[in-house]
Nanobody, 125 residues
Framework: QVQLLESGGGLVQAGGSLRLSCAAS????????MGWFRQAPGKERDIVAA????????YYADSVKGRFTISRDNAKNTVYLQMNSLKPEDTAVYYC??????????????????WGQGTRVTVSS
């Protein structure tokens, strides 16, 4: 069982930055690939970025490439999402998720086994 707790969301102006953190419980964090997803009102939950269990592989949605960076610190059981050059269309609830995969990254939410409660990001124009 893994429990995930996101933090770092908030209100920011367009062009600004935020850093999301997701702290995981348990002693097997390094066995999980991690993903960040987001869901805007009335829309589906979409992948933003993902990172493999040891951090060697990453994935970014086209909409965030070059602006967002996913990273993880397995010693601290934490995954991060650095978000720069934020746009109003980045407004959403952001969720972190854990996938019991030792290798690679998954982009579909159906592959993820554990989810956090989400943190809201609002980007004003």
């Amino acid at each position: 069982q893994v429990q995930l707790l996101e933090s770092g969301g908030g209100l920011v102006q367009a062009g600004g930055s935020l850093r999301l953190s997701c702290a995981a419980s348990g002693r097997t964090f390094s066995s999980y690939a991690m993903g960040w997803f987001r869901q805007a009102p009335g829309k589906e939950r979409d992948i933003v970025a993902a990172i493999s269990s040891r951090g060697g592989n990453t994935y970014y949605a086209d909409s965030v490439k070059g602006r967002f960076t996913i990273s993880r610190d397995n010693a601290k059981n934490t995954v991060y999402l650095q978000m720069n050059s934020l746009k109003p269309e980045d407004t959403a609830v952001y969720y972190c998720a854990a996938d019991r995969a030792l290798f690679g990254v998954a982009t579909s939410p159906v592959h993820y086994d554990y989810w956090g409660q989400g943190t809201r990001v609002t980007v004003s124009s």
